[in-house]
């Protein structure tokens, strides 16, 4: 597999993403990638990101690692459309999780609106740069269900090993909770499989950390190809919340760049080190889907709050 070696101090030319002449050195890659999943895998950095192009071009992932958050390796090609024959389109937002020995990719495809055929997928690897196969010949969850497209799942696994899945679109947040296999969910005490828990404002692009015992719930609001795109979070003691808006900690900045969500979280080498990975749109940019990925620094207050992340180059 071809890999390209991206230096974040590196000149680079931005495919109509350069803005004033000016050269970024954060986003991590001068190509145009968005809703990035970071996860370290045996202490290795990956992200998993979108390929921000039209719909129909939209039909594999790439992946990126790093052992130090500075030099990324590119992986291309990790899912493609031939390994996972019912998709057609828009291969979107990818979900990544080691389960039992093997890597997973849990991935948005198709654009599907009522009664077309599509949704969330699952596929499988045995190394995280893939290849990634399809795991069930079909979507996981193929349908609309509390009026949340199926896209921009978050898999998350709790301290006791109960994997919750969050995920939805059309401003509709739906959870549930992940099979052992990953094949299925398990059914609530009602027979249900999902249950609704959509926060105030929210849009798409659910993320779930725990830190301290807290459930820190986020998600984006906006519209992704507009600068009033941004990240805001909620606090609960309970993954099924309630998901009561805080603020918003994450948005556009005129000095740096606009669009600014869809992010993930990363946990850093320190002991309460976390980072935002997340796509803006530079300075300058008139094509929506001119997307970077960048990282920067979260923190937080001493009553557990989250901090306004700042935005840099």
């Given at each position: 597999?071809?890999?390209?070696?991206?230096?974040?101090?590196?000149?680079?030319?931005?495919?109509?993403?350069?803005?004033?002449?000016?050269?970024?050195?954060?986003?991590?890659?001068?190509?145009?990638?968005?809703?990035?999943?970071?996860?370290?895998y045996?202490?290795?950095?990956?992200?998993?990101?979108?390929?921000?192009q039209?719909?129909?071009?939209?039909?594999?992932?790439?992946?990126?690692s790093?052992?130090?958050?500075?030099?990324?390796?590119?992986?291309?090609?990790?899912?493609?459309?031939?390994?996972?024959?019912w998709?057609?389109?828009?291969?979107?937002?990818?979900?990544?999780?080691?389960?039992?020995?093997?890597?997973?990719?849990?991935?948005?495809?198709?654009d599907?609106?009522?009664?077309?055929?599509?949704?969330?997928?699952?596929a499988?690897?045995?190394?995280?740069?893939?290849?990634?196969?399809?795991?069930?010949g079909e979507?996981?969850?193929?349908h609309i269900?509390?009026?949340?497209?199926?896209?921009?799942?978050?898999?998350?696994?709790?301290d006791?090993?109960?994997?919750?899945?969050?995920?939805?679109?059309?401003?509709?947040?739906?959870?549930?909770?992940?099979?052992?296999?990953l094949?299925?969910?398990v059914?609530?005490?009602?027979?249900s499989?999902f249950?609704?828990?959509?926060?105030?404002?929210?849009?798409?692009?659910?993320f779930?950390?725990?830190?301290?015992?807290?459930?820190y719930?986020?998600?984006?609001?906006?519209?992704?190809?507009?600068?009033?795109?941004?990240?805001?979070?909620?606090?609960?003691?309970?993954?099924?919340?309630?998901?009561?808006?805080?603020?918003?900690?994450?948005?556009?900045?005129?000095?740096?760049?606009?669009?600014?969500?869809?992010?993930?979280?990363?946990?850093?080498?320190?002991?309460?080190?976390?980072?935002?990975?997340?796509?803006?749109?530079?300075?300058?940019?008139?094509?929506?889907?001119?997307?970077?990925?960048?990282?920067?620094?979260?923190?937080?207050?001493?009553?557990?709050?989250?901090?306004?992340?700042?935005?840099?180059?």
């Amino acid at each position: 597999m071809k890999k390209f070696v991206i230096l974040l101090a590196a000149a680079a030319l931005f495919m109509g993403c350069r803005s004033n002449g000016t050269v970024f050195h954060n986003p991590i890659s001068e190509l145009w990638y968005a809703d990035p999943e970071a996860v370290v895998y045996d202490g290795q950095y990956w992200i998993f990101p979108t390929w921000s192009q039209p719909y129909d071009d939209q039909l594999h992932f790439d992946a990126f690692s790093s052992s130090d958050l500075v030099n990324w390796t590119r992986h291309e090609n990790i899912l493609t459309q031939e390994g996972c024959s019912w998709v057609r389109r828009a291969l979107w937002a990818p979900a990544a999780m080691k389960h039992n020995g093997r890597y997973y990719l849990f991935f948005g495809a198709n654009d599907i609106h009522e009664g077309e055929y599509g949704g969330i997928g699952v596929a499988v690897a045995d190394r995280p740069e893939g290849p990634y196969k399809d795991l069930l010949g079909e979507p996981l969850i193929g349908h609309i269900i509390n009026g949340a497209q199926p896209i921009d799942q978050c898999v998350f696994k709790d301290d006791d090993g109960t994997i919750y899945f969050y995920y939805g679109g059309w401003r509709h947040c739906n959870m549930g909770i992940l099979n052992d296999s990953l094949t299925g969910f398990v059914p609530f005490e009602d027979g249900s499989l999902f249950r609704e828990v959509t926060p105030e404002n929210y849009v798409e692009g659910p993320f779930m950390l725990k830190r301290n015992g807290k459930y820190y719930f986020m998600w984006s609001e906006g519209n992704w190809t507009s600068s009033d795109y941004k990240v805001a979070y909620a606090i609960s003691d309970s993954p099924f919340g309630p998901f009561e808006r805080v603020a918003t900690i994450l948005q556009e900045d005129p000095e740096i760049g606009t669009g600014a969500g869809h992010h993930s979280v990363i946990k850093g080498k320190g002991e309460d080190e976390y980072y935002i990975v997340y796509h803006r749109h530079p300075l300058g940019s008139t094509d929506g889907n001119c997307r970077v990925v960048c990282i920067d620094k979260l923190e937080f207050a001493a009553d557990g709050s989250i901090l306004p992340v700042k935005m840099t180059k």
